[in-house]
T-cell receptor, first 110, second 115 residues
Framework: RKEVEQDPGPFNVPEGATVAFNCTYS??????FFWYRQDCRKEPKLLMS???SGNEDGRFTAQLNRASQYISLLIRDSKLSDSATYLC???????????FGPGTRLSVLP | DAGVIQSPRHEVTEMGQEVTLRCKPI?????LFWYRQTMMRGLELLIY????????DSGMPEDRFSAKMPNASFSTLKIQPSEPRDSAVYFC?????????????FGPGTRLLVL
């Protein structure tokens, strides 16, 4: 089993739709969780950290379920500019490496 | 802040040649990571350093790859000799730890094509 798994998509949604991505991780000792966004031919960029209580940043909401080892990202009122690949990232502890999922590709259509 | 700086941004070379990729992490960051990304394999961690010391190089494909971090502000990834299958985008990233959270930032990448 891979350490971090994601549905590769692609997710094709119309503008204004709500879309949710899921991610599962295998190491129960994982401590830090993130969502990154990667545009075509660009580097991954931090979208948001994921906290135990869940957190929101504008149209983006991240949730963490430690018991199920599951992370989610919800995008409301999707924009054309949200089209990208969304990478789930997990880290066990400080001083250890970040483990990236394979990414989920999103296309928001006009 | 200038962000993570990588050079060159693009490199085209012939099989058998030596390739050296360079990275300057964000000042104050104490971890540095080298990744490789291809369509087939996605983003792969090659090696990472903490306080200039290599911690995990298990992702380095083979002896043709080597990485160094002589000081906190510079790292190199060398491929010698290069092969066509090394063609990929190579990212350098650095991270810092603050407030119980470690955050990682990527450089723009080096696009390597080995002919």
């Amino acid at each position: 089993r891979k350490e971090v798994e994601q549905d590769p998509g692609p997710f094709n949604v119309p503008e204004g739709a709500t879309v949710a991505f899921n991610c599962t991780y295998s190491n129960s000792a994982s401590q830090s969780f993130f969502w990154y966004r990667q545009d075509c031919r660009k580097e991954p960029k931090l979208l948001m950290s994921v906290y135990s209580s869940g957190n929101e940043d504008g149209r983006f909401t991240a949730q963490l379920n430690r018991a199920s080892q599951y992370i989610s990202l919800l995008i409301r009122d999707s924009k054309l500019s949200d089209s990208a690949t969304y990478l789930c990232v997990v880290k066990i502890n400080y001083g250890q490496n970040f483990v990236f999922g394979p990414g989920t590709r999103l296309s928001v259509l006009p | 802040d200038a962000g993570v700086i990588q050079s060159p941004r693009h490199e085209v070379t012939e099989m058998g040649q030596e390739v050296t990729l360079r990275c300057k992490p964000i000042s104050g960051h104490n971890s540095l990571f080298w990744y490789r990304q291809t369509m087939m394999r996605g983003l792969e961690l090659l090696i990472y350093f903490n306080n200039n010391v290599p911690i995990d190089d298990s992702g380095m494909p083979e002896d043709r790859f080597s990485a160094k971090m002589p000081n906190a502000s510079f790292s190199t990834l060398k491929i010698q000799p290069s092969e066509p299958r090394d063609s990929a985008v190579y990212f350098c990233a650095s991270s810092f730890f603050r407030g119980g959270q470690e955050t990682q930032y990527f450089g723009p990448g080096t696009r390597l094509l080995v002919l």
